[in-house]
Structures are given as structure tokens and as C-alpha cells.
T-cell receptor, first 116, second 111 residues
Framework: EAGVTQFPSHSVIEKGQTVTLRCDPI?????LYWYRRVMGKEIKFLLH????????ESGMPNNRFLAERTGGTYSTLKVQPAELEDSGVYFC??????????????FGPGTRLTVL | GNSVTQMEGPVTLSEEAFLTINCTYT??????LFWYVQYPGEGLQLLLK?????DKGSNKGFEATYRKETTSFHLEKGSVQVSDSAVYFC??????????FGTGTSLTVIP
């Protein structure tokens, strides 16, 4: 079974530009999550999709971030316009059933975003 | 609220040394606790988990015991190998769907 994949692995952009990150979850996993790790700090939750619907987007930092999951398969996370503080590693995770309390979330390798 | 506090790194050990990485948590209710590991160039992988107090999770020689009285979930391994070099994350899952992570501890094992 293929794992969670993310593209690109690295992205370097200038402040003010737009970047789109992509995540392909494990096939059959309805739940998809985005997390971010900034400057070696803790990994923080951004949002959670169930199929194509946003279940929880309480962690999205501001309206420069837009996540979509059309068709309930892959997801994109767009940052527009990017700011310096958006630099970090963006992780995607998926699970077959909701991840609360008992269930493992399967993580991708992350996309390292650097905003100059 | 929910939070995880994890031992600061980086940690450097010689091969066959004993490893402890401390993790304490704050939570309401009855969370589950996890250790994830990130090897260089790879994604986070579940290392072990415990879903209730006094449970011990174990995998690949690593162990952690869910201690409700001390709100801790310390990771231990009796004899580390070079291949254990990675970043280790303690995480908590509670009601709701997000996980709460610690800051990560980078471990380097030297031969």
C-alpha cells in the first residue's frame, strides 16, 4: 500500500509569491489532515477534511491560507501571498477513520517551504 | 487544554547507550499517547502508542508507559543503535481529531 505522498518536497519562494502544496493520502482514507512545523517548534494542526468537507479548520493561521480537497481525494494547500513567517515544514496525514484518541494518523514526508 | 512538553534536544549518544526522552502532557479526559519518529528524508512514522493509563507501548526495542499520576509518557531504549538516529515526537490524541505534538527531540547515535 502506497503511503501518503506530498509534492513538492522543497519549495523556495519570495515574499509575496504564491505556492501550492499537494498531498495525496492513502487510498481509501476519508480523513486528511494538514499540520505545520515552524522553526523547529512543535508540529501544529492546521485543518481536517472528511472526504471533501472541511471538518475543522481552527488551526489555519489566517486567510492567506486556502485548503481544498475536490472530489475527496488529493488535497492542496495554497499560500497567497506568502510571508516570511510561513516558512516551515508542512505535513499531511490521513486516516481511514477519525484520528481522535485511539487511531493512528499516517504522515507524509512533508514539504519544506522557505519564504525569502 | 491539551499540550505536550518534550525534552529539548539535540541528544547525542554512543552506540549501545541507554536512551530516555522525557514527555509530559496536559489534557482533559482520557487521551491516547503516541511516539512518532522521523528518519532523515522520510515522513513521520508511528513508533508506539498507549491508549489508557498504565498501558505500555513497545516497538523495535523502544518502550513508553502511560503514567496518569505523573502525566508522563517517557520514551526509553536500553541500547541504541546508529540506525536509531532520527527526530522523535511525542503526541497526544484527545476528543476531536487533531493531534497535539511536542517540539521533537533530535537523536544522533555515534558508533
Amino acid at each position: 500500500e502506497a503511503g501518503v505522498t506530498q509534492f513538492p518536497s522543497h519549495s523556495v519562494i519570495e515574499k509575496g509569491q504564491t505556492v501550492t502544496l499537494r498531498c495525496d493520502p492513502i487510498s481509501g482514507h476519508d480523513n486528511l489532515y494538514w499540520y505545520r512545523r515552524v522553526m523547529g517548534k512543535e508540529i501544529k494542526f492546521l485543518l481536517h477534511f472528511v472526504k471533501e468537507s472541511k471538518q475543522d479548520e481552527s488551526g489555519m493561521p489566517n486567510n492567506r491560507f486556502l485548503a481544498e480537497r475536490t472530489g475527496g481525494t488529493y488535497s492542496t494547500l495554497k499560500v497567497q501571498p506568502a510571508e516570511l513567517e510561513d516558512s516551515g515544514v508542512y505535513f499531511c496525514a490521513s486516516s481511514r477513520i477519525p484520528g481522535s484518541s485511539y487511531n493512528e494518523q499516517f504522515f507524509g514526508p512533508g514539504t519544506r517551504l522557505t519564504v525569502l | 487544554g491539551n499540550s505536550v512538553t518534550q525534552m529539548e534536544g539535540p541528544v547525542t549518544l554512543s552506540e549501545e547507550a541507554f536512551l530516555t526522552i522525557n514527555c509530559t502532557y496536559t489534557a482533559t479526559g482520557y487521551p491516547s499517547l503516541f511516539w512518532y519518529v522521523q528518519y532523515p528524508g522520510e515522513g513521520l512514522q508511528l513508533l508506539l502508542k498507549a491508549t489508557k493509563a498504565d498501558d505500555k507501548g513497545s516497538n523495535k526495542g523502544f518502550e513508553a508507559t502511560y503514567r496518569k499520576e505523573t502525566t508522563s509518557f517517557h520514551l526509553e531504549k536500553g541500547s541504541v543503535q546508529v540506525s536509531d538516529s532520527a527526530v522523535y515526537f511525542c503526541a497526544l490524541g484527545n476528543t476531536g481529531n487533531q493531534f497535539y505534538f511536542g517540539t521533537g527531540t533530535s537523536l544522533t547515535v555515534i558508533p
